[in-house]
């Protein structure tokens, strides 16, 4: 494209499409990308841009993955999508069947959907009913952890943090949930217990109206990028079981290995009973996700009144996505994602650590293939993400914190690159 055209696109990007979480009347610059593939990013003006973000968790093999790209041409040969309603292919079936063998045992029924936010809603609404079908009309209530990020719809949003989640501008249409304080331990603190205090005296007081407790394993990403203790968790699983509470495990950030395991709470050897994933699912190629449920919960909905689950949305299973997904868990199973994760971790926690104790650095932290400098100010997100382009780096800090979780593909000398641009841009 000749600069005037780029220009062209530019200028209208900017009169007329929203992008995410942004203003439009003075909207920060987004850049041209037009092509991708393994861990770069290819700019409109030629530049190349190594991946440190997995477009959001997403890419975990990379971009332009001939085995995903050969899945994705057989697939539409065969079909695109249909109607889940009555029917079914072997693409859901396979991917369920993975799933199923990937994810705690206890799990046993997979409802797909199109976004992590509406797995959250399924999720939500499968807790819902679970006691509605028991007669448990009182149970209409979420217990969460604050410093949480479950999604941007309605139901989603109403467990995200009150604070992030801007719950004040949505007061009178969120339903109203109880908030834990976020857990104190950091992952490898020697366990106290008063860092279970407050969730437990919540849940305790009003586990009568508390249908589910809902969070996000071990990470906590978009609303913190916060790294806790395992062991909360194994709290968190006893006093559900304690109050007769379901646990909702959301996994769609820390799922297909980011954190060092294939899902987040194998670190705390509990299985929940709702888990929603996303996210890294099909590789980034096409937006599906699911929820996976118990068939205690699911014989409890379908024995109940109206006796089906209240939920179907229009691209339920796509086939597209379904092949693709499966392509992309079976890539995962046939590399040594372990031992990558494990490289990625050391390396992070070597090169970031020179940034640790410096005055305008507050934490750095990192778990698998997570690398995280928290600082004492609010980044300035353009200026920031400006000197990274020029460092050839794509990295997009929020709020206080500048992050990583670069393709599990990711050689050394790549990774060196993007741990140098943050040391550099922190002035580390
Ligand atoms: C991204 C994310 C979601 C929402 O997923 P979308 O696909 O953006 O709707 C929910 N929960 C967690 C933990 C996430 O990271």
Not at 71 to 76: N, P, S, V
Not at 103 to 122: A, H, I, M, N, Y
Request: charged share 20%.
């Amino acid at each position: 494209m000749n600069t005037e055209t780029q220009t062209d696109l530019l200028k209208y990007d900017r009169k007329h499409i929203w992008h995410p979480y942004t203003s439009m009347l003075d909207p920060l610059p987004a850049y041209p990308v037009v092509s991708a593939k393994g861990v770069r990013l290819t700019l409109e003006d030629g530049r190349e841009l190594i991946d440190g973000m997995s477009s959001w968790w997403a890419a975990i093999h990379g971009y332009n993955h001939p085995e995903l790209n050969k899945a994705a041409k057989q697939q539409i040969e065969a079909m695109s999508h249909i109607m889940f309603g009555g029917l079914t292919h072997p693409p859901a079936v396979e991917l369920a069947s993975l799933l199923l063998k990937l994810t705690p045992e206890p799990l046993q029924k997979v409802f797909f959907s199109d976004s992590g936010s509406v797995s959250v809603e399924v999720a939500i609404k499968m807790a819902l009913q679970y006691c509605y079908s028991q007669g448990l009309r009182k149970k209409d209530k979420l217990l969460t952890i604050r410093s949480g990020y479950n999604g941007d719809t309605f139901g989603a949003m109403a467990v995200c943090d009150p604070v992030t989640g801007m719950h004040k501008i949505f007061r009178g249409i969120l339903p109203l949930h109880y908030f834990a304080e976020a857990p104190r331990c950091r992952y490898d603190d020697k366990w106290n217990d008063k860092y279970i205090e407050n969730f437990r005296d919540l849940i305790n007081a009003h586990h009568d109206e508390i249908a589910a407790v809902i969070l996000e394993p071990v990470v906590q990403g978009a609303g913190g990028m916060r790294i806790y203790s395992p062991q909360y968790l194994r709290y968190v699983r006893a006093l559900c079981d304690e109050y007769d509470v379901l646990l909702i495990l959301d996994e769609i950030a820390t799922g297909f290995g980011r954190t060092g395991t294939m899902f987040a709470c194998e670190q705390a050897g509990i299985s929940p009973d709702i888990m929603c994933v996303g996210k890294a699912l099909t590789n980034g190629y096409l937006s599906l996700a699911a929820t996976l449920t118990t068939s205690n919960v699911s014989d409890a909905i379908s024995s109940g009144d109206p006796g089906v689950f209240m939920h179907g949305p229009t691209f339920m299973a796509n086939p597209l996505a379904c092949s693709i997904a499966s392509a992309s868990i079976q890539l995962l199973l046939s590399s040594p994602w372990q031992e990558r994760i494990r490289r990625i971790e050391k390396q992070l926690k070597n090169e970031l650590s020179s940034c640790a104790g410096l005055p305008q650095v507050a934490d750095v932290r990192v778990l698998g293939a997570i690398g995280v400098v928290e600082l004492n100010q609010p980044v300035d997100i353009a200026a920031a993400q400006k000197q990274f382009v020029e460092k050839g780096v794509w990295i997009r800090p929020f709020g206080n914190l500048i992050y990583i979780m670069p393709p599990y593909i990711i050689e050394e000398k790549d990774l060196r690159q993007l741990t140098s641009a943050i040391t550099e841009v922190v002035g580390c």
